[in-house]
């Protein structure tokens, strides 16, 4: 069993801009595996129903580093890993390894996702690189949005960042771009945002404690 932690302000998303159809940003769910794994879970969120997911893009580190842990069999051959979802990873590792997902799903049936240029190497690197994307493979499965979440009460899973337990869990934020359709439209419909993982350093948390204080004070 793993122990949800669901993330507190410090996770949640820092909407860049909204263009349209109810986006209402990004949200992070953090989990520690049952190996002791850290995992963030990167959801997009929405207020309406009848949605359909197209792709993600423009992937872009704005603070820190990602530091992603990978699980798949390249690792067993030297390798850092891919970001390619895929059955090279078993069941019993899926929570602790990092993929991105336009599909929503870390299941057999969730495969149809692809990585574009902008991901070196095919993919194999512990960051994703700036101006990297990906993108529903199966367009003739619709990845239809589905209900979940407390931002708006729908969602799809993008990405799931583990790092390693043992190792700093310091705070980083990206921003990523998407690409997203009303379902039996033709027309794609643009959003952004920025995301964090981590928690911030002893330093930070002194800070913000301190200025909190002061806030009190002044009043």
Do not use: C
Not at 82 to 111: C, E, F, H, I
Not at 151 to 173: E, H, K, M, N
Not at 181 to 196: D, N, W
């Amino acid at each position: 069993m793993m122990k949800s932690l669901i993330a507190g302000s410090m996770l949640a998303a820092a909407v860049a801009s909204v263009a349209s159809a109810g986006f209402t940003g990004y949200s992070v769910q953090r989990t520690v595996t049952a190996a002791g794994n850290i995992q963030y879970q990167v959801f997009a969120n929405w207020d309406q129903s009848g949605l359909v997911f197209l792709n993600a893009f423009n992937f872009a580190t704005q603070s820190g580093t990602m530091n992603a842990r990978h699980q798949d069999t390249l690792t067993a051959e030297g390798e850092v890993g891919t970001w390619q979802a895929g059955p090279s990873v078993s069941a019993a590792d899926r929570n602790d390894d990092s993929w991105v997902t336009a599909s929503g799903l870390a299941t057999s049936s969730g495969w149809g996702t692809a990585l574009d240029p902008g991901f070196s190497n095919g993919g194999i690197v512990r960051d994703i690189n700036n101006g990297a994307g990906w993108y529903d493979a199966t367009p003739g499965t619709p990845n239809a949005i589905q209900a979940g979440g407390n931002q708006g009460g729908y969602r799809i899973l993008l990405a799931q960042i583990v790092r390693d337990g043992s190792g700093a869990d310091d705070l980083a934020t990206f921003y990523l771009k998407h690409a997203f359709k009303v379902a039996g439209t033709t027309t794609a419909l643009f959003a952004e945002g920025t995301f964090s993982i981590g928690v911030p350093a002893p330093g930070a948390m002194a800070l913000l404690g301190l200025a909190g204080l002061a806030g009190r004070r002044r009043r």
